[in-house]
């Protein structure tokens, strides 16, 4: 133990400080170790056979002779072999034969196979190699050089892909995960916005349409007027589609100026919270397309009363009070 780390006393994180940080030094004391133990030592020196329970592996063909029984009895411990012996001469007691007894412990012990193989013992005991490592943690310094590391990966997968030769990487990107997530999260809340303001598109322009209805049927005796001295159906028309188009363009840029103003104390509550400058922005080209589709509904909604004020009949509108 070189040192022992606490956090300070102005740390309010909250953070769980219960691991252990050690060097890569331990790291390779630890394979080294594992690697020249004398468990591993005997499991290499017998690649057929399992050190955990002495039997063969699965895949090892199980032919047992009485010969091979009485060598094998040999090299158990004394007690353990004087069991194993006391067991046999009871077989051949109850009139076994050795051919018999042979055959019994030959389907004993290929029932007592556990599936074991000669790679797993050694991954079991920690065998490994620092030249082969089973996974590789990179951990980039900011988001363009995450990008340039996913970008190399699939530029190699694409080649192995293409040559038919070698291994594809296989990696996990856990901040693309993480940014995936909220990706679809701010998604899901924007297509709810999408739709609230959808709703309030339409309920707008259908009051402004009714505002110009409205101002048509109070302005009928002026309808009647402009048409007597000599004003077409289309200059009528004209006049109401010009005030829609107006009041479309007065409220979206009205719109975009308040919501430009609220940005300031937004962003200034943002960043007392948060420490992120500027984070509520409206931008220009946003901004106009906002006021061309306010001045492209509120010309619709304009439409439909403004024909109405065009076919009034100039004698009928006149006599109206």
Avoid at 123 to 141: A, F, M, R
């Amino acid at each position: 133990v070189v040192g022992i780390v606490r956090p300070s006393e102005e740390n309010d994180t909250g953070s769980n400080w219960g691991a252990v940080l050690y060097t890569p030094e331990l790291t390779e004391h630890l394979v080294e170790a594992v690697n020249a133990s004398d468990v591993v030592a005997a499991q290499e020196a017998n690649p057929n056979t399992d050190i955990f329970t002495g039997l063969p592996f699965e895949d090892t063909t199980v032919n047992l002779t009485m010969d091979a029984i009485e060598a094998m009895i040999d090299q158990m411990p004394s007690e353990q072999g004087a069991q194993l012996r006391s067991y046999v001469d009871g077989l051949r007691e109850d009139g076994l034969s050795d051919e018999e007894i042979a055959s019994a412990f030959s389907r004993q012990m290929s029932e007592q196979t556990d599936n074991a193989t000669y790679d797993g013992n050694l991954e079991t005991l920690g065998v490994c190699s620092l030249d082969e490592p089973s996974s590789i943690s990179i951990y980039p310094i900011d988001f363009e050089a995450k990008e340039q590391i996913d970008s190399l990966i699939d530029d190699y997968n694409e080649q192995i892909r293409a040559s038919g030769e070698g291994t594809e990487i296989q990696y996990t990107d856990m901040v693309g995960m993480l940014m995936s997530s909220v990706t679809d999260i701010v998604n899901a809340l924007t297509y709810i916005l999408i739709a609230f303001v959808a709703i309030s598109l339409v309920v707008s322009s259908i009051m402004i349409g009714i505002i110009t209805y409205i101002s048509v049927l109070e302005r009928t005796k002026e309808i009647g007027i402009l048409r007597a001295i000599g004003a077409s159906k289309k200059d009528v028309s004209r006049i109401f589609t010009a005030e829609t188009f107006i009041i479309g363009l007065v409220s979206g840029v009205l719109g975009i100026v308040v919501t430009v103003l609220l940005d300031i104390p937004v962003n200034m509550i943002i960043y007392q919270i948060t420490g992120v400058e500027n984070l509520a922005s409206v931008p220009v080209a946003a901004g106009a397309v906002l006021v061309l589709i306010s001045v492209g509904l509120s010309f619709l909604a304009g439409l439909a009363p403004s024909r109405m004020a065009a076919k009034k009949d100039p004698v009928t509108a006149l006599r109206t009070e």
